[in-house]
Structures are given as C-alpha cells and as structure tokens.
C-alpha cells in the first residue's frame, strides 16, 4: 500500500488557510466531512500534490490519483476505448494496460458497457467511467471530490457502495456533504471546520452514536463536529 501523509501542513489560498496538523491515509474509505467552504476541496488538492504547502510537506504526492468535483467525462470513444488510451497516457507499460484496463472495468461494474460509447452512458455509469479512470494505476491513493454529484438517489448509492469495495484494497479518501451516505459507508471520517482539519474517528463508533441519537444525518455530523466528537 502507498504511504500519504502529512504533518503540521499550511495551505493558504487568497485570505483562506487550511491547517492540518497530522494526515495519515488507511486501507479503507475515508470521508471528509464539513460545510460549503471548509477546506474540503484544499485538503484534497493539497494531498495530491496539486497545490503545493505554504508549510510542511505531504509525502506520498506523487502516489495519488485525484477525481476533482468538476470531472466530466466528454469523449466520443467507447468506454473499453477510453480507459485503454487513459491507461497509455498515464504511464502504465503496454504489457500492462489490456490488465489494468480489464480490472477497472470488472472493479467498477463495466464490463458490459465495454463496447458502449461514453458518451450514450447516462449520467451514474459516466460517473462510473471516470472512477474507473482514477483506478487505473494499481496501488495509488485514490482522491474524489464530490464524486456524486448531481446524481441521483440511486446512482449515488450505487457510487458509495462501489468506493466502498474499492477501499478493501486500496486507500480511498472521499470529500463529501452527503451525510448519510458518509455515515453509512465510510470506515473512518476526518472532519473539517473553518479551515482546520480534524482527527480521524472510526465510522463504527459515529453509526453507534448516530443510531442513538434521534436526528437526521445532517443534523448528527454537525453536532457532532461542533461538540468534537469527531475532532
């Protein structure tokens, strides 16, 4: 497994500063949580190596993948295509490719749209294709923003179970408002407030308070977060 992490990590963009006092990233799929404006999105592009920190340094950069929120896929190839000319651009030897591409299309569920053009695909199976994309390097630390965004209730369920597959064998880190999804798949969540990066908490242990609590999602991460529970 590749090693992402950070220490005492400055990101200031214009007036707003990101502060991360300590990142790690497990197996599994991590959720970042917070409002519109948090740092969610400067925290991702941070580890990625995409925005570069005012201090400290993020080892592991060059070991991830990152899916921005405004990903679109918008191509006339179809799908078996698209991923196969993605794998070439991305480095993976020739030798290589027809595996790599054939694991990314069984991992995300895409293997009978193979021959489909990308751009037929409705709206859940191209946010697919673009995830198959992120997963093409073998190994990597896989970095999503939004990752359904502007899906539907089904589609984005069908999104959230796959990344949770997903992280049985690679680190996924997904930054996301959706609470409820984020409560119910996620097996750690890392939330963020005004700028500041908080602690890891196990998912288990936020299902368990959240199942006691009697509010809705929304309102139990935002508790939660104001009273540190998940700091």
């Given at each position: 497994?590749?090693?992402?992490?950070?220490?005492?990590?400055?990101?200031?963009?214009?007036?707003?500063?990101?502060?991360?006092?300590?990142?790690?990233?497990?197996?599994?799929?991590?959720?970042?949580?917070?409002?519109?404006?948090?740092?969610?999105?400067?925290?991702?592009?941070?580890?990625?190596?995409?925005?570069?920190?005012?201090?400290?340094?993020?080892?592991?950069?060059?070991?991830?993948?990152?899916?921005?929120?405004?990903?679109?896929?918008?191509?006339?190839?179809?799908?078996?295509?698209?991923?196969?000319?993605?794998?070439?651009?991305?480095?993976?030897?020739?030798?290589?490719?027809?595996?790599?591409?054939?694991?990314?299309?069984?991992?995300?569920?895409?293997?009978?749209?193979?021959?489909?053009?990308?751009?037929?695909?409705?709206?859940?199976?191209?946010?697919?294709?673009?995830?198959?994309?992120?997963?093409?390097?073998?190994?990597?630390?896989?970095?999503?923003?939004?990752?359904?965004?502007?899906?539907?209730?089904?589609?984005?369920?069908?999104?959230?179970?796959?990344?949770?597959?997903?992280?049985?064998?690679?680190?996924?880190?997904?930054?996301?408002?959706?609470?409820?999804?984020?409560?119910?798949?996620?097996?750690?969540?890392?939330?963020?407030?005004?700028?500041?990066?908080?602690?890891?908490?196990p998912g288990h242990k936020l299902r368990t308070a959240y199942a006691d609590s009697g509010l809705s999602p929304e309102a139990f991460l935002l508790a939660a977060m104001a009273s540190g529970e998940a700091a």
């Open positions: 497994m590749r090693e992402l992490s950070a220490t005492e990590l400055v990101v200031r963009r214009g007036s707003f500063e990101l502060y991360c006092p300590a990142w790690t990233t497990d197996l599994g799929l991590t959720a970042v949580v917070g409002l519109n404006g948090a740092g969610k999105s400067t925290l991702l592009l941070a580890l990625a190596g995409v925005l570069h920190p005012d201090v400290g340094q993020v080892i592991g950069a060059t070991e991830t993948v990152l899916l921005p929120q405004e990903a679109n896929v918008r191509t006339s190839l179809k799908v078996g295509e698209y991923l196969a000319y993605l794998a070439m651009l991305r480095g993976i030897p020739r030798r290589d490719r027809a595996q790599a591409v054939e694991a990314a299309l069984t991992q995300c569920g895409l293997r009978g749209k193979v021959d489909m053009k990308v751009s037929k695909l409705s709206g859940g199976w191209q946010r697919r294709v673009a995830i198959a994309q992120a997963l093409l390097v073998r190994g990597r630390v896989a970095l999503l923003d939004e990752p359904t965004v502007s899906l539907d209730v089904s589609a984005s369920r069908s999104v959230w179970q796959l990344l949770q597959e997903t992280g049985q064998n690679r680190p996924v880190v997904v930054a996301s408002h959706e609470a409820s999804a984020v409560l119910e798949f996620a097996d750690s969540i890392i939330p963020v407030s005004n700028g500041v990066v908080g602690s890891s908490i």
